[in-house]
């Protein structure tokens, strides 16, 4: 029990940025959450955390620990939820909407394995990039990119440390070259994507020590992301897309990823419901499988960095 709290109190501190706040929400006093903290960092044999006077932010190995505690105690928490209700076999029905390109292109075959492993599970799969109502349509669970704007929604999480990557064909390299830097995408024809009305043409980047937003342009935009997705591969410009959907393209030399030392903008992927009462055991199963395949795949292209 010591380790989950210990757990609990790391993640706490990650999302809030602030071991004083988690130290308030688990109930405990400072002092007692920084001698525990101290204590995991010393197991661990590394520093988990960087400190200032006003914030604490993740080292790299914090970010690490960070993705596989988060699974660790999901685990834990499947198999609360498997021995409550007293369920070995899954069974039922999980209607599910998720982004069309993501579903179509890395999910589906993955949902394929996890059936076959659960065969009494039903699965009603609605793919579109038009986001789900969740209060209002058939769906159990929506798979989703970006942080939460409704606070009353239940986020399980998937890919936090997600990020747009920017990539193109082998074939628009060769006749228009690469950028160096995300400055010179003005000289490049740019993919872009519609999301409920609006057009997706402002790029953002991070550097070492600095911060870029790119406006740019191009001859070509959908509101299909998996259209978009089809044009860099055919070699008709640059996009600028979430790692996850793009990961097997590059992987297996379809795109290439440009600015590699640049990082593009957060898009965590998380399961969203609408209250934890849809959290059933399935659900729990089939988070801790996505997540997993969602680690590997990021893993892979991490290492072309």
């Not at 509101?223 to 978009?228: A, G, T």
Request: net charge neutral.
């Amino acid at each position: 029990m010591k380790t989950i709290r210990a757990l609990s109190l790391f993640q706490l501190t990650a999302d809030t940025g602030s071991l004083s706040e988690a130290a308030r929400r688990l109930n405990i006093t400072p002092a007692a959450a920084s001698m525990a903290l101290k204590k995991l960092e010393n197991e661990l044999g590394t520093s988990l955390f960087l400190r200032s006077t006003r914030s604490m932010r993740l080292t790299e190995e914090g970010l690490i620990y960070l993705e596989h505690s988060r699974r660790a105690m999901q685990l834990l928490t499947d198999a609360r939820e498997a021995i409550r209700s007293g369920a070995t076999t899954l069974r039922g029905k999980l209607l599910l909407s998720m982004p069309s390109d993501l579903g179509r292109n890395v999910v589906l075959p993955w949902l394929d394995t996890f059936q076959q492993r659960h065969t009494e599970l039903k699965l009603h799969l609605l793919l579109t990039d038009h986001r789900t109502d969740i209060y209002r349509q058939a769906v159990d669970v929506a798979l989703r990119y970006g942080l939460l704007p409704d606070s009353s929604l239940v986020a399980l999480p998937v890919a936090l440390h997600n990020h747009r990557v920017l990539c193109a064909s082998p074939a628009y390299i060769e006749r228009n070259g690469a950028p160096n830097s995300p400055e010179e995408l003005s000289q490049h024809n740019c993919l872009i994507f519609i999301l409920g009305g609006y057009l997706y043409d402002n790029w953002r980047f991070s550097g070492v020590n600095e911060e870029l937003s790119i406006q740019v342009s191009g001859d070509r935009t959908s509101d299909d992301s998996d259209i978009v997705r089809r044009w860099a591969i055919s070699g008709h410009g640059i996009i600028y897309k979430s790692s996850l959907d793009v990961a097997l393209d590059i992987l297996a030399g379809r795109l290439v990823l440009l600015c590699p030392e640049w990082q593009g903008e957060h898009v965590p992927l998380n399961l969203v419901c609408a209250n934890r009462q849809r959290i059933t055991p399935a659900l729990q199963a089939l988070r801790s499988y996505l997540a997993e395949q969602c680690s590997l795949l990021l893993s892979a292209i991490e290492r072309l960095r």
